[in-house]
């Protein structure tokens, strides 16, 4: 159930209000937009009377979520949440793109494809030292070594880092390193570790499982929220379809649905989501101008020797082209991007 306050409803009212919910069994969520305070109450007892909180001072209306996801429900929080990293926030106006190798390889690749996603207006490096591969004979990533390369790589630059979690024993370890935890398609059912994140302050980036609903991702997404981690960014990375001809089948159409039933921001993955090198790009340009907020893209210095995901890697050049068709595709349909490095404009000196 949905709690709206009213606009004018003073801070005793709202605290009376959350004790008589927290009384009869509820676990009250608090969202203080800029008019008014909402308070989602989950859990208590499904036959209980709203009518018993609607009377009570300061309250506007009470309003029972149907979707099986509650704290995730636009009807919980009807503005969109955004969410901040010192200079930027994903899910606001600007497209926020994260870029780098799938994997974490040496301190050389790894610097290099900081310095080039930099260079392009990227805000955020990615890269995996904890790999979820399909072959346990694949390399399995550089662990906290890795984490290591990657962050001094980051801070070179002026980046911040998303790294993939596979464990609950792997969080506290990469959140030391890593300003975005990244749960893998793979994971996206595994409740334990949703639990564990949802105790943790580092935001999450929760990609969709190959085989998930948006239900089910939200639901996944609602393990994390009800834990008291509000930061959660959707990734939609391609679910497994009849098609063979790509890895995966992009789902662009979860963009403006997620975008209807939740207030979460959500990114595309067009790597992960067609497993071509010469389909990343055609797919960003979409994913953008159906509305992601972001997107997350495997750029590699050098994709035909990369230790994985080589085939859909992009080259820096590609990248850097990208970045400059999303320049004009992102302020047509009303979002900012970051805009093209001074030095390549020709101003200065
Ligand atoms: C990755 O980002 O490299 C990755 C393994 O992603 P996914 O979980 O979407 O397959
Ligand atoms: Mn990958």
Known sequence: MVVVMEERASEEQVQHVIAQLVEKGFDVHR??????SVLGAVGGNRSFDTRLIEVMDGVHEVLRITEPYKLASRTFKPERSTISFDEFRVGGDEVIVMAGPCSVETEEQIAASAATVKKAGAKILRGGAFKPRSSPYSFQGLGEEGLRMMRTAADAEGLKVVSEVMDVSQIELVARYADILQVGARNMQNYTLLRELGKSHTPVLLKRGIAATIEEWLL?????????????????????TFESYTRNTLDISAI???????HLPIIADPSHGTGLRDKVTPMARA???????????????????????????????????????????????????????VARRGWGA
């Open 287 to 341: 994913a953008i101008a159906a509305g992601a907020d972001g997107l997350i893209i495997e750029v590699h210095p050098d994709p035909d020797n990369a230790l994985s995901d080589g085939a859909q890697s992009i080259f820096p050049p590609q990248f850097d082209r990208l970045m400059a068709e999303l320049r004009i595709i992102a302020p047509a349909i009303g979002r900012s991007i970051c805009l093209e490095p």
């Open 220 to 240: 996944s997404a609602e393990y994390v929220l009800s834990g008291g981690n509000s930061d959660v960014i959707l990734c939609e990375r391609g679910i497994r």
């Open 31 to 36: 969202s203080t937009g800029q008019l008014r």
């Open 256 to 262: 403006p649905v997620i975008h209807k039933l939740s």
